[in-house]
């Protein structure tokens, strides 16, 4: 069966620094993958996804992600955080059954 | 905007109301889904459609009943709900096949009195 896993409940990061969510997951065939961020009382945003080729994904408001197939991981980065990065975020994966999981999400508090 | 609409954005019902959240999207997409987000839980997934027929149900109590009259449109009615049913309710949209990502609406905050 595919599961995603964010092993952190929350991350705090103090503003200009560079932030890293975490995601692993474990699907069977090739995986395609994804970040959503969700604000409050809002549905979730998608951020990015992997499907193939580069490894490096670049997606919307500076956000990027590094897929890596042999840690079966997928973490969320950026270079420099801003407060209104604060949020919820969720990694998602499709695997071979077309079926989309989430993980329990990650609630990142950037600190002025 | 996603272009999938879900209506109200808000409801409170009491435990013997019948109400539907409505769920629109004008992506051309193939399958739908309802989430029920609590405080403090998972995304929990609820019912999965795909070309109109429904192909998950994850135990979902039966006071929760789904309804896709077409591609485009997908309801969840509600009847005799219990106050650990209040949450916020997500419909999303989804090319299935192609390895796409789901597009969400914007919820619908449900409270049961």
């Known amino acids: 069966a595919q599961s995603v896993a964010q092993p952190e409940d929350q991350v705090n990061v103090a503003e200009g620094n560079p932030l890293t969510v975490k995601c692993t997951y474990s699907v069977s065939g090739n995986p395609y993958l994804f970040w959503y961020v969700q604000y409050p009382n809002r549905g979730l945003q998608f951020l990015l996804k992997y499907i193939t080729g580069d490894n490096l994904v670049k997606g919307s408001y500076g956000f990027e992600a590094e897929f890596n197939k042999s840690q079966t991981s997928f973490h969320l980065k950026k270079p420099s955080a801003l407060v209104s990065d604060s949020a919820l975020y969720f990694c998602a994966v499709r695997g071979g059954d077309d079926k989309i999981i989430f993980g329990k999400g990650t609630r990142l508090h950037i600190l002025p | 905007e996603t272009g999938v609409t879900q209506t109200p954005r808000h409801l409170v019902m009491g435990m013997t109301n019948k109400k539907s959240l409505k769920c629109e999207q004008h992506?051309?997409?193939?399958?739908m889904y309802w989430y029920k987000q609590s405080a403090k839980k998972p995304l929990e997934l609820m019912f999965v459609?795909?070309?109109?027929?429904?192909?998950e149900n994850n135990s979902v109590p039966s006071r929760f009943s789904p309804e896709c009259p077409n591609s485009s449109h997908l309801f969840l009615h509600l009847h005799t709900l219990q106050p650990e049913d209040s949450a916020l309710y997500l419909c999303?949209?989804?090319?299935?096949?192609?390895?796409?990502?789901?597009?969400f609406g914007q919820g619908t905050r449900l409270t049961v009195v």
């Open positions: 992506l051309g997409h193939n399958a």
């Open positions: 459609y795909s070309l109109e027929e429904r192909v």
């Open positions: 999303a949209s989804s090319q299935e096949g192609t390895g796409s990502e789901a597009f």
